[in-house]
């Protein structure tokens, strides 16, 4: 644990700038540079853990079978969904003199610090879910799925079998403060571009 690091951000809860003060180990890292239609960008998170864990990967029958750099991985679905394998994010929050919320990520295990919902790892669908036949899938190139209720996603994702589900609050907690601490910014579109919305 002693060479445990912790990447944090400081946000003045009564300012309206969306702009965040890096703190403790992301004190002295530059802004990451977001890639411009899946071309370039770095950003000095992609060599810190768990930032650096964060992978592509095919699942199927439930486990990983495939990472983004093995011979086997696809993005088509020919062996598997392609998802993002996120490793354990350790997580320290607290409010400072009732103003400054403070959100701490932590390189590993560390004192004060908790898994987010207690997991050592987890994984999201790389795309949005399509079908193919009648099974819901997460593979490059398809329209996504429409015209369903939340209901009917729900049970197609547990169509699949034990482990699947509709992104949960616990994953999207962790994606959101990932970014957070990552960008400093609470405008992620002025951080990573607009995306499609005009």
């Known amino acids: 644990m002693s060479n445990t690091k912790i990447y944090g951000i400081r946000w003045d809860m009564k300012s309206p700038a969306t702009k965040l003060e890096r703190t403790m180990d ?3 890292l530059p802004n990451p540079r ?17 930032w650096c864990g964060i992978r592509e990967c095919n699942v199927r029958g439930g486990a990983i079978v495939a990472l983004d ?3 086997e991985f696809t993005r088509d679905g020919s062996n598997g969904d392609v998802m993002v394998y996120f490793p354990a994010v350790y997580l ?9 919320l403070n959100v701490q990520i932590a390189s590993g295990e560390a004192d004060g610090f908790s898994k987010i919902a207690g997991r050592s790892c987890f994984c999201i669908g790389k795309y949005e879910t399509s079908t193919h036949g009648k099974v819901h899938v997460s593979v490059s190139g398809n329209k996504p799925a429409a015209n369903m209720t939340r209901a009917e996603f729900r049970e197609a994702a547990r169509e699949k079998g034990a482990g699947w589900s509709q992104q949960d609050a616990a994953a999207r907690f962790a994606l ?9 910014d609470w405008n992620s579109q002025e951080s990573l571009g607009r995306g499609y919305v005009d």
């Open 34 to 50: 977001p890639a411009k239609n899946g071309f370039g960008g770095s950003s000095p998170f992609d060599h810190i853990s768990p």
């Open 92 to 100: 320290k929050t607290f409010v400072e003199d009732g103003r400054y």
């Open 176 to 184: 959101a403060l990932l970014y957070l601490v990552e960008y400093a």
């Open 26 to 28: 992301a004190a002295a």
């Open 69 to 71: 750099d093995d011979a």
